[in-house]
């Protein structure tokens, strides 16, 4: 184990590299972390139609920008003549589902995320939903406009996935519609999650209505909700140091941990100015006598901006602790939707996976667009020198392609270096569609 008594980002880099050969896998294999990963952008995906230019292929094109102008939203309105409102996405295959995301539209309050039905269906061999594996109906008191999301399936198996709304009198748009699951057995679902309804303290009271239980009750959505839905922990006060921690109960081995950030965002209607609650966290695992075995600091993506953030994927490569603390940074609120921890030895990240959600993809080179020039913020130091230039670039370009090649049919448009700047103006579009 490096660093035992910090796990710092170039001590984790490090690692990586040794690594490197073994680390690569292509989608639908076992990758070498978490091998949950969103599948949607692989399938295709039906609505009950689209409006005003926002294309049904936009909910599941790898892209959660939620400005409607930046061309990646969907956008249908409810039709009396060919009821119910639905999105539908047909993965392909027959997949294990960990959790089900949606990332709202940014650029406008529209609240909808209210009184609609989740379903997974097997296949009925002719390629048309069958048997339904899991179903549930989400009944919120209010329309909820943030990040929706759920762990219920908890890796059950199937191939169509539809969310359709209960009524049908408004109507439906969002950035993305996210499956995260896999072809192969999930190595960790929420029956695997051994945070869940653990004991927490906390530095200062929960305010604002959330409860203690909030960040571990097994609930992800990043709506903050109204009475009686508190999925969301939110400290009462701000400050640096606002902590949450959770007892595992025994000394454990954790393979990685997930932060779920509140998936909502406050814009002022005046000014225009949006702000996050909680913009930079702190993670920390310690051992039974409360000494820290290891720490991260994560910095999400603001849910508005143009790649956001929301489930965080805090490498532990089998850290041995009782205890995870979240704490803040800053002079801020502490608030996340949940925590959630794997027992298990532990992996290092893939190669070129710089946001660190278990592929290789566009979202990566964004962090090393973010990046570029940086000494100092090394997410995408893919070579692990400690800067962040076009070596790192190369390091993601070779890792994509790797990751990809096991999967023809999957193409991916890879830019040149001296294209950057264009791709950068236009977006790198990762995945063509099967089929
Ligand atoms: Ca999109
Ligand atoms: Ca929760
Ligand atoms: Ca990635
Ligand atoms: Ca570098």
Redesign the pocket.
Known sequence: MCCPRFVSMLCRRTSLRVVAAAAVAAPGAALALNNAYNLAPYGTATATGSDFGGEIAYGIDGNRNGDFNAGSVFYGNANAENPPLFYAVDLGVEAYVDRIQIIPRTDATQGVFGNFRLTIAEDDGAGNPGAVVFSQDYNATNFESGTWATTAPDGARGRHVRMERLDNNYWLTFAEFEVFGSSEPLKFSESDNIARGKPVTVSSAPGFGAMLTSANDGNINGNFGGPGNRPVYHSALPGVGESWQVDLGAETQLDHLQLFTRGEFSRNDETGEVWSTTTEYRVSVLDAGLSEVGAFVVTPNALYSEDPDYDLLINTMGLTGRYVRVETTKDEYLAFSELRAFAGSGDPLLVGDYNQDGVISSRDYNVWRNEYGSLTSLAA?????????A??YTVWRDALAAFTAGSPSMGVTIPEPTTLALVAAVGLVAVRRRG
């Open positions: 130091d893919g070579n692990g020198d400690g800067a962040i230039d070596a790192d």
